[in-house]
Every structure is written in structure tokens, then in C-alpha cells.
């Protein structure tokens, strides 16, 4: 007899355990781990659902009080052991449920139902066919006539191959019935095959190679000899923007595919446009698939289903594609490895970088990072030896860099220069209108309501303990006091700036409409497109509108980080930088990094073509380092500054950060939680523990949040501190009515 340890599939707490059921010999075959089965569960043996995470042939307890297996689940796609493995590896790691961490790897949540395509054919000659036409039409049996005449229709090699079974039902208007007693006479066949829905392919591909320069083709001789040899490691690549990473990744893949492998290439959402999938579908055709946010349920459960079976070798996608079913896996790629939507926002709240590393190991797989601005946690690591560093210094195709202007918005301030627009910027718009070159302006809007600063002198409010700016807390529709969420320090809302005495202090921030509106107004023949939230509806809404501007038919497109990531305009030579300092202001440690890395990513879209590129960097703070650095590209100078802060406020990469967020609808019971964990994890004395005080969204949907931050140099510390609170909070009943959810910062 076969007993499965299953999981129940319910996010609670106390049900996160498994349990054993039999296992009927009539189903045995269809199982496996992974599986999604219906069991009996409880008391009342009502039928919930599971997953079976270990078979064996021992039960664990008397066989007489196990339970058995109503049924399996045949669709859907079966979890492989290795990513349950995976899911237990984030549990322990990042603090939630094992259903939540296998929720996390399961590509399909539900099931979905296989799309079949039937075709009808004939059984019959022509010569045949022709008498039974005229036999049903004597017996008026015009529904018959109609198929057998559409058929007869069909040239010779048609003929054979038949015609949709969708349009006889849908087009002559024919009854099933019908179709069913041709068949029964054995004049018509009919046959059915399984359809992949796909997103992409629209065409033909062709094979699009570049030739590589000397130090592209020596960074990918030095990976491919490694993972020849059987060697597994993590590379960084850190090239300037244009430098062809891209190129790299495709010729990697080349090889690591030769070898019967798969690849997985993962890219931020709002980079995975058309024109970037499209260049590995040129290089690779069919054998590359795509998953995305936008996919129907459908799209996305038969591209795992695809790749399950073997008949794709390359998954492109944001972070969900990590967990791509493939059973040979050779290569991780994450391409702009910086970005922050490679961190969960959910729980499990695990970070793509750690995860595909950990899988790779799992599963003897080599993992590329790429970035023109690489986080300091990658970067970190290279330097220190635990990855290998290679860079890219030039841009690919002997393009130049652009030269970049930084603009004083206080000088412009003075000069009673109260446009969103510099002089500098409107004047180069006006140079690009006549050239017909093109033009995109960038709002770096980050920080955007969410700091309060001078017009006059710059200057954000600041805490005096954490190097943070405040953040406004807002009340009737005012600002009443500013806080900051990482110590709880706070003061009312000033009348006059603290540093120059000015009254012009307010919160700071436009938005992509308003500019817009101003493009319009300066510049009146202008032809613009939007890129945001409110323009990019729909499942190719980012796509259309990128297609659209690199087709020439605007001259200027606005928009937020969206349009900076990974896209090629050989015509655009101008940048406009609309406030490039807000995200400065946002009372996160990283600002000065998530600065640099915006500034820098949207200044590499000027000149990637033939045309020299310039860049308008407006800011309140151009003495700020990571406005220096942004400007010059100078990524070691910026990483230099940045890491001796980093060092003296034991902030990652250098130290480990462990955020416990407590919630409940009772404020409270939230409160007294919060205090509670802040004791809890001071028990430690290695942990310096900051707050408990509120979360930045302090409040959502009735929900009150409240935040304890424990920094310590061992993140194996920090990983028992939360398994302590775990097993406190399962134990402390009067707490029942809070959650908790932990997120980890950390260089390991």
C-alpha cells in the first residue's frame, strides 16, 4: 500500500503540516509529489484539497485510522519535487505558510481546461462522395449535404487533411448530431489534438546573430568553459547601458541549449515589451515562450505545460517564470538584476536574486546577473569574491555615451523660471522638434507625495537619527505631522523650511498628465504620447504605445520608470529628467541607490543609435554623489561613497535587516503584538531593534500596520529571531486576531 504526506490547501496556521492519507491502487499511477488531490478532512471529513509533498510505503501511524484519497486532480501542472523542495527552502527562509511558499512555485493556481481542436475528414473518394451528396439531398438531409458539399470542395491536398470541426458547427450552421451520424456511417473521421495557446508567435523568425566584440566574446568563452568543465557559479555581468548584455545572454544560451538544456531569462514586468521578446524569438523561433502578467490563465498554464514536456528550451518572463517546470535546467539569467520588483510584495516575501541561486545549486545550473547599475548586494558580493565580475565599459557599435547637463532648479527658481521645464531642457526640445529627432522626458516619480522639501533651497526634512527624510502624515486633508518609519521619530508640520526659513515648503510631486499638458502648452505642433498607468490598459497596452514611438509617430514620449528599462530608440537623442532628486526623499536607506540607478537608466536611452545623445538632469540637489555619479555613469565612484554609509549604519549589504510587520484590525492588539516582537527579538543581543512605530502605510483597508526592524551582521541570527516569533505567535491565543509577515534585507 502507498501513503502520501500531504499539505492541506489552506493558509492557516496551524493547519501548516501535512498529513498522511492512503493512497486507492486505482489511482497509483496518476500520482506523484507534487500532485493536487481531494481528500476527507476533519471531524466531518468535509473534501478539501492538497498537495502531496512525499510518497513512502510505511504509514506513520495505525493504518486503521488513515484516511484515503477521494481523487487526483489530472489537470494542471504537477509540481515538481525539486520546487517543493524549493517552496519548503522559502518557508524556512523568508517566514510564511507552506502553502503560501507553494502557492509561490506552482505556475497554475487552478485548473485549467486543455484546448482541443477537432478536424473532420473524409473516409470517402470524391467519386463517392459525390453519390452520397446526391443520395441525402433526395432525402432532403440538407445538413449532411452542406458538410459533404464543403468537403468535396476542398482541392486534393485538402482534401485529406480535412477542415475545422469549430466551423462546420459555427459556419453551416450544423448540429453536433449530424456530425456524430456521418461518422457512425463511417464517411467522415474525425480527430483531435491538443492546442497550445500562445502569446506571442505572429509571423516567421529569422536567425538575427551579431558578431561579438573582443570583450563580449571573452566574458562568454570564460563562462561557457566553466560550465563546460561542470563548473556552477554566479556571474556578474555590470555593463554601461548599450553594451550589448543582451548579445551575451542570447550566445550563452546558444551553447547551454547544445547541451540539451533549458534557460530561464528573467526580466522586469515593465521591460518585457515586444521589441525586447521579439530578439530572442528572432534568434530562437518556437523553441522560446513568454509569460507575463497580462496572459489569460490559459496563455500561461499551457507555456508550463509546454515546458514540462519538453517542447520549449527558453522561458522569458518576470519573476513568476523562475519556477518554469523545465527538467534540465542549465541557466538562470536575471537581466536588470537591480530592480525592485524582483522583491515579493506578497508573503512568501522572498527575494528573485537568492531564490534562483538557491534553485541553481538545487539543480546544477549556472546563474548570469545583469545591470548597468547593479545593486549593492550583487555588487557587494562580486567585489568580495562570491560571484565573478566581469564589465562592459563601452557601448556596443562604437555608439558614445551621452553628454549630460545638470540643471540647478533653485537657480532656475531665482531666475523666476517657474515652468516644469528648465531653460536648458526647452531649448534642446526645440533644437530636437526642428531636427526631427526624438525626445523622451522621464519623471522620476518615486518619491512623488511622499516628501516634504523647499523650493527655495532644495532641502528635504530629514530624521536626525536615521538619515531618512520624514514623511507627511496627512489629516483632513492637510499635512499635521511628519514621521519617520524607521525609529518612529516625529514632529509637527512646519510653517517655514528648517534650514533657509522659507515659506515655499509644501509637499512636492507632478504627475506624467500634467506635463503632458505642458509639452502642449510650450510647445503647440507637438505630437506626445503617454506612458502610465491610465494609458496602457490592456493586454499589449506598453507594447502599442512603445511600437507607436519607435514607428516615429510622436515626437516626445512622457512617462515614468516604465519607458526606461531596456528600450532601444536609435532616434531619440534627447532625455529630459524631471526632478531627478524626488526619489532622494522617499525615507527608504536605498534612496541614494534607487536614485542613481534611475538617473542612470533613463540617461542611457539618449544617442544608442548613430546620433550623438544629450541628457537634462533637473535637480534641487546637484551636489548630491548619486546625481554626480549618475551623470558621469560612474557606478565605482557612487558605489564608494555609497558602501561607507552603508558600513556606519549597518545597512545591507553589509549587515542584515529583518522587517516584522504586524497587523490586525484591532489597533491595540496590533500595538501590544508589536511591543511584544521589539522584546522578544532585544532578547538577542546581537540585534539592534528599531521601533515598534508605524508601517509607512499605516493604515489599509481597515488594517492597522505596525513595524520592529532587527539589524544584525548574522542573518542565521535574524532566521531564529523569526522562528521565535512564529512559535510565540502560535502559542499566545490572545493574539489570534493579528498577523504577521516578515521581509528580509540581507547580504547573507
Known sequence: ??????IIDISVKNLDKTFQYSVPSEIENDISIGSLVQIPF???????????????EKPSLDISKIKSIISVEKQGVVAESHLLSLAGWIKQNYGSTMNDAIRAVMPVKREIKEKVVKTVFPLVDKKQMKALIEEFAKKHNTARVRVLKCLLELDEVLYNKGIDYGFIIKELKVSKTVIDGLKQKNIIGIESAKKYRNPFIKGTFTENKHMLNETQQYIKDSILSDFNKGIRKTYLIHGVTGSGKTEVYMSVIDDVVAHQKQAIVLIPEIALTFQTVSRFYNRFGTRVSVIHSRLSDGERYDQFVRAKEGSIDIMIGPRSALFTPFKNLGLIVIDEEHETSYQSEMPPKYHTREVAIHRAEMTG???????????LEAYYRAVNGEYKLFKLEKR???AMLPDVYIVDLREEFAK????IFSEKLSSLIKERLIKHEQTIIFINRRGYAGSISCRQCGKAIGCPHCSVSLKPH??????????????GYEI?????????GSKYIDIFGIGTQQVEEAIKKNFPC????RMDADTTGGKEGHSKILERFKNGEADILIGTQMIVKGHDFPNVTLVGIIAADLSLNTGDYRASERTYQLIAQAAGRAGRGNKKGEVVLQTYQPEHYSIICAARQDYESFYKQEIVIRQMLQYPPVSNILGILVFSKNEENASKLAIEVSELTKKYEMITVLGPTDAPIAKAKDIYRKMVYGKCFSYSVLCSVKDCIEDFKEKDTKYNDCGINFEFNMTR
Not at 507637438?526 to 504620447?529: P, Q
Open 1 to 6: 500500500m502507498l501513503f502520501a504526506d500531504i
Open 42 to 56: 476533519g471531524n466531518g471529513n468535509r473534501p478539501l484539497k492538497g498537495y502531496i509533498v512525499n510518497l513512502s
Open 365 to 375: 545550473a549556472s546563474v548570469i546577473l545583469g545591470s548597468a547599475t547593479p545593486s
Open 396 to 398: 556596443a557599435g562604437g
Open 416 to 419: 523666476k523660471n517657474y515652468s
Open 474 to 487: 496627512i489629516y483632513k486633508g492637510s499635512v499635521s505631522r511628519l514621521k519617520c518609519h524607521f525609529c
Open 492 to 500: 509637527p508640520m512646519p510653517d517655514v523650511c528648517p534650514t533657509c
Open 526 to 529: 507637438v505630437r506626445t504620447l
